[in-house]
């Protein structure tokens, strides 16, 4: 929980989502503090997916309230546009333009949504192509890029807008293996950096390695929300230990 008098930078409390019939989320209450970062784990259909869209309304909730540092989620226009300028998200797939550079694709959001003018945001975002690794390709397709580099210009596209928060939904699912390394490491130096993160993963050494704590989530319910160390040692409920032992 945050400390007394600090606002924390997610505030999730009750909050119930249902796809028709289906309740997805049930009854959510989460407080993730400023630079704290959460790996969000659980079983496939648990609802982790879900709950990172509520956190920047891809997705309305049907109950509950939902507060990014300690503001309430805008239903539209543009005070949701700014909200999700400061709730930056990577998914799986990495959703860059295809007919855009990769320098193009992080000056983008910055230059329309910001109004950032457009020197600046070539220099910041050749910046951030710096930070994770990828400068060299800024001149270059999408489609020109491995899965593990496009990932990361996924991440300097979402760090362009200067987010509050950064939520990464299975960012390494569906990269070859050898280059979950290179994404998971931009992530790992983004957390020391001090971002508050809730990252989905089924990546356990980052989560060990990365995360402050882990929420473990089965039918749409938190069932532990504990530090990585209790988590993989002395998990509390069966779901959770049924869940390690087929993963680990
Ligand atoms: P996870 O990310 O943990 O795998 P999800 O949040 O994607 O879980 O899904 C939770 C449940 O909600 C699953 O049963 C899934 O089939 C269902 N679901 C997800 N998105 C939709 C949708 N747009 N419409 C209907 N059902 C959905
Ligand atoms: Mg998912």
């Given at each position: 929980m945050s400390a007394p008098g600090t606002v924390p930078m997610i505030r999730m409390a009750g909050v119930d989502k249902f796809f028709g019939p289906l309740h997805?989320?049930?009854?959510i209450d989460l407080e993730v503090p400023q630079g704290q970062v959460v790996v969000v784990l659980g079983p496939s259909g648990s609802g982790k997916s879900t709950l990172c869209r509520t956190i920047n309304r891809l997705e309305p909730i049907d109950s509950g309230t939902i507060e990014v540092d300690g503001q309430p989620l805008p239903a539209e226009g543009k005070a949701l546009a700014r909200l999700r300028a400061d709730v930056g998200m990577v998914f799986q797939?990495?959703?860059?333009?295809?007919?855009?550079?990769i320098l193009e694709n992080v000056m983008l959001a910055p230059v329309k949504?910001?109004?950032?003018a457009s020197a600046k945001a070539r220099e910041e975002g050749m910046a951030l192509l710096e930070r994770v690794g990828i400068a060299n390709q800024a001149?270059?397709?999408?489609?020109?890029?491995?899965g593990g580099q496009q990932q990361r210009a996924a991440i300097a596209r979402a760090l362009a807008m200067k987010p509050k928060v950064m939520l990464f939904d299975e960012?390494?699912?569906?990269?070859?293996p050898e280059m979950v390394n290179e994404v998971l490491d931009v992530m790992t130096s983004l957390a020391r950096e001090g971002m508050t993160m809730l990252v989905v993963t089924h990546e356990m050494g980052f989560a060990r390695r990365a995360a402050d704590r882990v929420v473990f989530m089965a039918d749409g319910e938190i069932v532990e929300d504990t530090t990585p160390e209790e988590f993989f040692t002395?998990?509390?409920s069966e779901r959770a230990r049924d869940f390690l032992g087929k993963i680990l």
């Open positions: 997805v989320l049930r009854s797939s990495f959703n860059l333009f295809a007919h855009k550079t949504v910001r109004g950032t001149d270059k397709l999408p489609a020109q890029l491995s960012p390494t699912s569906a990269l070859d002395s998990a509390k």
